[in-house]
């Protein structure tokens, strides 16, 4: 059975690379009927922060994407140093009391790239235990082969055959000098105990595949089918990042826009992968049943913002699509949600909330625009646009519009017919046209020159306070 996981580190908010890694893991997992394993990487304790995991945690329920098992790397600290200390006792790995200043940075250069610590590697056994049992400090290192190298291949699902000499990999860390794991050790140690059978992550993480294999290997484990996934860009190609960017990278930015999590998705989905069948609108079902890594492009993928908007358009194209054709009973209690947040309430019964919500979303693009654009449906209390207030204006609107909410009052029926035989009557009666009333009713009733078929408006408006609102004019 495929096993996937996702392993975000709690030292930031869920950024949007991520987010869609998540994705694409889930989607796999779910069109091979496997499993979708959540697993906090927080060994980083200086780094760590609450916040950070209540935000990841945040966007991830969001998103709506169910996960099976959860893990917390922390938990598991003991399983990380016992692989450590098996590479140790096997002679695949080695104590380097170097001290931190000096070589524990990797970032010394003799005639190349810092590759190891000669001495430290060439330590004996016996030289070894007896500073360890003198209480030195020390990091525990892979011992890459070097004397005799070696390539290291794999097949990545993406980007095809890659290979790596081992000459050319360093003798990397497995347990600090504290005692705690380093990524390479933990991620590959908890990946062989949860059995994980596919990783899926960025492209930046590719070079790191290559020590992976070699931990995999040392451990007598066969490794994981590796995907790895082309990055987010900017419009000038630079790498996604808060600190350049602001908050465009950020998951909840869309969220807090008023975006469906179904439109969110579908949109990071077509950011570097494509069903080959040129669909753009797609239900969660639809991803799953067309997802696979042969539509993953290599070529890194584009966000398109400005410094004036940080939503992408395409993204808002394509929420504005789930927002008209999503079930109706499943986008209710986001609309509800969004009134909420705005002190609004539906008007009238359950019945007429839901025709309203249906009449006027298919000129709405995110759940804002309901307590927004939409306002005059759920309040008394709404703004005049100005190409609406000239439709007011016009010579003789108000007082027909006083008369036309005296007749409505008068009719003990109340339907987009009977309102619209009493509009056209009253146009008739007066000698101007339908349109004038049409369109100053509109104006009176939404404070809005454009909107749902001028008849339904009154229905969803309801008939008190048409007659209110036409009368008070």
Known sequence: MVRARFAPSPTGYLHIGSARTFIFNWLYVRHQQGTMVLRIDDTDVERNTQASLDSIMDGLNWLGLEWDEFYHQSERLDLHRRLAYRLLDSGLAYRDFTPATTADTEE?????????????????????????????????????????????????????????STADIEDFALLRSNGMPTYHLASCADDIDLQITHVIRGQ??????????????????????????????????????????????????????????IGYINFLCLLGWSPKDNREQMSLRDLVAAFS?????????????????????????????????????????????????????PYGDETHFALTVDTIRSRFSTLLDFPSRGRAYFSDDFPMDPASAEKLNATG?????????????????????????????????????????????????????????????????????????????
Not at 320 to 340: I, N, W, Y
Not at 454 to 460: D, E, K, L, W
Not at 462 to 467: A, L, M, N, W, Y
Request: glycine fraction near 8%.
């Open 108 to 164: 010394r250069l003799h005639d190349g790239p810092w590759l190891c610590n000669p001495d430290m590697r060439s330590l004996s056994k016996t030289e070894s235990d007896r500073r360890y049992g003198a209480g030195e400090p020390f990091v525990v290192r892979f011992r890459v082969p070097r004397e005799n190298p070696r390539e290291i291949a794999f097949q990545d699902s993406v980007y095809g055959a890659q290979s790596k």
């Open 204 to 261: 930046d993480h590719l070079s790191n595949t290559f020590k992976h294999i070699l931990l995999f290997e040392g451990a007598g484990s066969p490794p994981p089918q590796f995907t790895h996934l082309p990055l987010l860009v900017a419009p000038d190609g630079a790498k996604l990042s808060k600190r350049k960017h602001g908050p465009v990278v950020s998951v909840t930015t869309y969220r807090d826009a008023g975006f469906l999590s």
């Open 293 to 345: 890594f042969d539509g993953v492009n290599r070529s890194n993928a584009v966000v398109n913002f400005s410094e004036e908007d940080p939503i992408d358009p395409k993204a808002l194209w394509l929420n504005s699509q789930h927002l008209r054709t999503m079930p109706l009973a499943d986008l209710l209690p986001h609309v509800k949600q969004a009134l909420a947040a705005a002190n609004l309430t």
């Open 397 to 473: 609107a108000r007082e027909l519009l006083r008369e036309l909410g005296q007749r409505i009052e008068a009719n003990p029926e109340f339907s987009e017919a009977s309102v619209e035989a009493e509009l056209r009557g009253l146009a008739a009666e007066r000698g101007v046209k339908a349109g004038l009333l049409i369109n100053a009713s509109r104006a009176a009733l939404t404070g809005q020159p454009v909107g749902p078929s001028a008849f339904s408006v009154f229905v969803c408006i309801g008939r008190e306070r048409c007659i209110k609102r036409l009368k008070g004019i």
